[in-house]
């Protein structure tokens, strides 16, 4: 069971992160594959770092890798809220529209 849960962790996260990039920005070669291709590069890498390095070496890794995946999760932020208000707008037209068609049909 332990094997399997920890498997189930960082492929979760890789899933994540690629979906929300993939609605912000869009795909990578029109398939979602190459992001999480080099989202599970970037972890094993840091898996094997871990390994064979010392731990001030992986804390100054960590440090970095967080950095840069709070970017990515905050461009994936703003581009979700955008993407809500777009849909949003979209609703609130279509929504009059059909209510204009229902004034002017009475």
Same mark, same amino acid.
């Given at each position: 069971f332990l094997l399997f849960s920890t498997g189930i962790g960082p492929s979760t996260v890789i899933l994540i992160i690629a979906a929300g990039l993939e609605v912000v920005v869009g795909n990578i070669g029109g398939s979602i594959i190459p992001t999480v291709v080099i989202l599970f590069l970037? @972890?094993?890498?840091?898996?094997?770092?871990?390994?064979?390095?010392?731990?001030? &070496?992986?804390?100054?890794?960590?440090?970095?890798? &967080?950095?840069? @995946?709070?970017?990515?999760?905050?461009?994936?932020?703003?581009?979700?809220?955008?993407e809500m208000v777009v849909s949003f707008q979209d609703l609130n037209a279509r929504l009059t529209a059909e209510r204009s068609d229902e004034i002017l049909t009475e």
């Open positions: 970037v @972890f094993a890498a840091y898996a094997v770092l871990c390994v064979y390095t010392t731990q001030a &070496t992986q804390l100054k890794w960590a440090k970095l890798l &967080t950095m840069l @995946f709070t970017v990515i999760m905050v461009i994936v932020l703003i581009g979700q809220a955008r």
